[in-house]
């Protein structure tokens, strides 16, 4: 089988509901779950228009780069992934795997 996985911006993607269940199915605490997803969820963003500043906003999806925890939470984003594309291939599958409302990964297997 050979499988293609285009990673760039991958930070920029990472869905913060499929990052919640994730940390969920690690069986991480409660109370570590919340003050993950709110490290996650409490970045603003601004952005520079022809010189002058834009009113800050909150990103809807994605992870900090340059933080210490953002390499462990994509590491396990990623184990998760695998284990999906496992259990698709094990089962013969050609199904879809739905990571969130406006994303999914497609497995193509080639034998």
């Known amino acids: 089988m050979t499988l293609k996985i285009n ?3 991958a930070y920029d993607k990472v869905s ?3 990052l919640q269940a994730t940390l969920h199915r690690f069986d991480f605490p409660t ?3 919340q003050m993950t997803m709110w490290e996650v969820e ?3 963003l601004s952005m ?3 010189g002058g500043r834009l009113k800050p906003f909150q990103p809807s999806r ?3 780069q340059g933080t210490p925890l953002s390499p462990y939470l994509f590491v396990l984003y990623v184990e998760i992934l695998t284990f999906h594309i496992h259990e ?3 089962e013969g599958s050609r199904e879809a795997i739905q990571i969130s409302r406006e994303a999914q990964l497609c497995l ?3 034998l």
Request: glycine share 8%; proline share 0%; net charge positive.
């Open 7 to 9: 990673l760039e911006k």
């Open 16 to 18: 913060w509901d499929f």
């Open 31 to 33: 109370g570590i779950i």
């Open 42 to 44: 409490s970045s603003m």
């Open 48 to 50: 520079l228009w022809n």
């Open 62 to 64: 994605g992870l900090k």
């Open 88 to 90: 698709l291939n094990r």
């Open 108 to 110: 193509i297997c080639c």
